[in-house]
Nanobody
Framework: QVQLVESGGGLVQAGGSLRLSCVAS????????MRWYRRASGNERELVAD???????TYADSVKGRFTISRENAKNTVYLQMSSLKPEDTAVYYC?????????WGQGTQVTVSS
């Protein structure tokens, strides 16, 4: 069983930065695609960033140039570095692991950006 635990959320002023972390249990992390999603209140879930095991990266247009996804396989950890944060980035951020036979989610971490 794969478990994901996110951390790093919080309250930040517009223009500030935060780094989210997601630690995965188990041994399939290094062969998995890792994603960050977010869900703002009243909105549908949005894919923010995607990082394959081979290193290919995709970002939502709304975060390009401001967010960076990265991974550290030795620590079973994926990161989301968020800079130049805007109030519209306020949401619960979720980590997702995809691998053949696996689709695991974390519990989410709240990010609130004040204007």
């Amino acid at each position: 069983q794969v478990q994901l635990v996110e951390s790093g959320g919080g309250l930040v002023q517009a223009g500030g930065s935060l780094r989210l972390s997601c630690v995965a249990s188990g041994s399939i992390f290094r062969i998995s695609t890792m994603r960050w999603y977010r869900r703002a209140s009243g909105n549908e879930r949005e894919l923010v960033a995607d990082l394959t095991y081979s290193g290919r990266v995709t970002y939502a247009d709304s975060v390009k140039g401001r967010f960076t996804i990265s991974r550290e396989n030795a620590k079973n950890t994926v990161y989301l570095q968020m800079s130049s944060l805007k109030p519209e980035d306020t949401a619960v951020y979720y980590c997702n692991l995809l691998s053949p036979g696996w689709n695991a989610w974390g519990q989410g971490t709240q990010v609130t950006v004040s204007s």
